[in-house]
């Protein structure tokens, strides 16, 4: 099994800045993509950033500029660094792994979420 956990949601005000992370654990041999995804109330579930192996990186055009990912592969871990966050960034984060299982299967992992709140 392999689980996602992540951390660094919070309120801050409009200008301000906010760090996510996200851990996998479990039997994992390697991760391939690595995503951050965000929902906010009545709105589809919508691509924030992404992140390959190689380290390429894709952005949402609402968030380019002013959101950073990155990855440590030592920690299995994505960052998601959050400059200049405006209420519409206001949801709940997910963060999205395509891992390879030790067992040499891929899966797709998703984490609980985490609520980013910004106030104007």
């Known amino acids: 099994q392999v689980q996602l956990v992540e951390s660094g949601g919070g309120l801050v005000q409009a200008g301000g800045s906010l760090r996510l992370s996200c851990a996998a654990s479990?039997?994992?041999?390697?991760?391939?993509?690595m995503g951050w995804y965000r929902q906010a109330p009545g709105k589809q579930r919508e691509l924030v950033a992404t992140i390959t192996s190689g380290g390429n990186t894709n952005y949402g055009d609402s968030v380019k500029g002013r959101f950073t990912i990155s990855r440590d592969n030592t920690r299995n871990t994505a960052y998601l660094q959050m400059n200049s966050l405006k209420p519409e960034d206001t949801a709940v984060y997910y963060c999205?792994?395509?891992?390879?299982?030790?067992?040499?299967?891929?899966?797709?992992?998703w984490g609980q979420g985490t609520q980013v709140t910004v106030s104007s």
């Open positions: 999205n792994f395509e891992v390879q299982l030790s067992s040499g299967s891929f899966n797709r992992r």
């Open positions: 479990g039997s994992i041999f390697s991760i391939e993509g």
